[in-house]
T-cell receptor
Framework: AQKITQTQPGMFVQEKEAVTLDCTYD???????LFWYKQPSSGEMIFLIY??????QNATEGRYSLNFQKARKSANLVISASQLGDSAMYFCAMREPGYSSASKIIFGSGTRLSIRP | DTGVSQDPRHKITKRGQNVTFRCDPISEHNRLYWYRQTLGQGPEFLTYFQNEAQLEKSRLLSDRFSAERPKGSFSTLEIQRTEQGDSAMYLC???????????????FGEGSWLTVV
């Protein structure tokens, strides 16, 4: 069965520094997608970035980039120039192909990121 | 606003009562998901619809839980005879779907908080 592991329950980072949030995954499929979501204290899940398993380039979206290492099954999120508003829970998630049981996404346990001024 | 909307946002109910949550997905999205999230945890998959067909239900979804999407648009999640362990945030999400892995983003609503007293 597929699984997502986030080993950092919490992180503190100084404002304007870069931060890397770790994510490893386990799947037997060759075709899958990886997501990162941000969840502030309000509860809303905000989509940040997506990486497909066949994408050769690492995904980037503004200050967010995904360090995708397929052989190691890792998909770390890198946030450059962190801001106070980046303080939130961050979830790594994976989606497998198909219409039925493989179409849901599963989430890791999350990392709470706190940005210090 | 054309995002995923959920109603009510907050619900406090007495143990044993029934509650119903509604989700309106993004209009052109054919896939709709329900997740449950407890404090400090990542969202857990409950069930998923492709149009009006409920394609998968998690083992977390006991007989007291039922979800419908009668016309392939909005969905309802009903919990009968609520228990204190049902206290959680119930998240709805939607996406475009296809038979191949895609980057079609899964968009979440702001969640419905349930407190059973």
């Amino acid at each position: 069965a597929q699984k997502i592991t986030q080993t950092q329950p919490g992180m503190f980072v100084q404002e304007k520094e870069a931060v890397t949030l770790d994510c490893t995954y386990d799947t037997s499929d060759q075709s899958y997608g990886l997501f990162w979501y941000k969840q502030p204290s309000s509860g809303e899940m905000i989509f940040l970035i997506y990486q497909g398993s066949y994408d050769e380039q690492n995904a980037t979206e503004g200050r967010y980039s995904l360090n995708f290492q397929k052989a190691r099954k890792s998909a770390n999120l890198v946030i450059s120039a962190s801001q106070l508003g980046d303080s939130a829970m961050y979830f790594c998630a994976m989606r497998e192909p198909g219409y039925s049981s493989a179409s849901k996404i599963i989430f890791g346990s999350g990392t709470r990121l706190s940005i210090r001024p | 606003d054309t995002g995923v909307s959920q109603d009510p946002r907050h619900k406090i109910t007495k143990r044993g009562q029934n509650v119903t949550f509604r989700c309106d997905p993004i209009s052109e999205h054919n896939r709709l998901y329900w997740y449950r999230q407890t404090l400090g945890q990542g969202p857990e998959f409950l069930t998923y619809f492709q149009n009006e067909a409920q394609l998968e239900k998690s083992r977390l979804l006991s007989d007291r839980f039922s979800a419908e999407r009668p016309k392939g648009s909005f969905s309802t999640l009903e919990i009968q005879r609520t228990e204190q362990g049902d206290s959680a945030m119930y998240l709805c999400a939607s996406s475009l779907g296809g038979g191949i892995p895609s980057g079609n983003t899964i968009y979440f609503g702001e969640g419905s908080w349930l407190t059973v007293v």
